[in-house]
């Protein structure tokens, strides 16, 4: 009787193993490879630089380290660029040249499970978040760049690690969020409902299990918790067509926040080659933000954790 029912418990929990790890393989955000430096016209070969960056548990994470156009007499403020989710550093590339042209170093950087940069198990928004941090840490050590002057730029799920690396870390001037949503829990249940998961049934299940791997719950991490608590001015980005997060999201962000912006531009999701004719704009309110907005404490090099969310 006892060793049945020790074969019934042994079951279920190989069961739910391999439920959790299904889960997990399920999710996980599908590698996109890029193994050539980028082209650019408006860019010289030489101000582009192949980097390899030490991050959270030894892992390398890669990157590419475009060093401003312009001479300068001081060290230049500097851009870390984070892609969003199943993406590389290669897709972000189209927001370099404006950036590049006025005077901005720019780290373009592959989170891990992502391009060049090694594996894990599995990656988060919480983990591409510590791959920002990991970032401007190595940015603050480059001769010419000015670690007083860092700012953040992320798409989709890395706007949503941008933000809540700033609302941990008073460690940067700016953040430009790029088609970030109002809430993850909002976005999973999106993606359970297009794969037909029935969530009463077993997508309830999925998100808990979810949260329990990342080690934080959705509210904590959420754009909607983290916004209110960024100190730095926030440039909230947003196409008017983006049918993967709504418009409205960016709304109820920008209600969280009296010193964030919202841009709303043409296009979808994904902004990048649209965001050309709007360099200008970006290029201004990063200026207006570094020479306004002082990090504290000033001069530190590895930032300060104002508190966790």
């Not at 599995?122 to 941090?133: K, Q, W």
Request: glycine fraction near 8%; aromatic fraction near 6%; proline fraction near 7%.
């Amino acid at each position: 009787m006892i060793t049945e029912a020790a074969l019934a418990a042994a079951g279920v929990w190989g069961l739910r193993a391999l439920a959790h790890r299904a889960i997990v393989l399920g999710l996980r955000a599908p590698r996109l490879r890029h193994d050539q430096k980028p082209v650019d016209p408006a860019v010289a070969p030489e101000a582009i630089s192949e980097v390899c960056i030490s991050g959270p548990r030894a892992r390398r994470l890669f990157g590419w380290l475009v060093m401003p156009a312009l001479p300068h007499l001081q060290p230049a403020p500097a851009v870390l660029v984070m892609h969003g989710w199943g993406a590389n550093a290669a897709t972000m590339w189209p927001v370099v040249a404006p950036l590049h042209a006025a005077g901005f170093a720019v780290l373009l950087m592959d989170a891990r499970c992502h391009g060049r940069s090694d594996g894990e198990a599995f990656t988060s928004m919480p983990r591409f978040a510590e791959d920002i941090a990991a970032g401007l840490a190595w940015l603050r050590t480059r001769s010419g760049i000015d670690g007083n002057r860092l700012v953040l730029l992320g798409h989709s799920v890395g706007a949503g690690a941008t933000l809540l690396h700033a609302a941990r870390h008073d460690d940067v001037c700016a953040v430009i969020s790029l088609s970030a949503f109002a809430h993850p829990s909002e976005m999973m249940r999106r993606f359970l409902a297009e794969k037909r998961v029935p969530y009463p049934v077993i997508g309830w299940y999925v998100m808990r299990h979810v949260q329990r791997v990342i080690g934080a719950t959705f509210e904590e991490i959420a754009p909607l918790a983290t916004l209110p608590r960024v100190r730095c001015p926030v440039l909230l980005v947003h196409g008017r067509s983006d049918t993967t997060v709504p418009v409205g999201d960016a709304r109820r962000l920008l209600a969280t926040c009296a010193h964030a912006r919202l841009m709303l531009v043409d296009g979808g999701h994904d902004l990048r080659d649209g965001l050309a004719i709007h360099g200008t704009e970006l290029v201004e309110f990063l200026h207006s933000a570094c020479a306004t907005f002082q990090v504290w404490p000033p001069a530190n090099r590895s930032g300060l954790v104002r508190q966790n969310v």
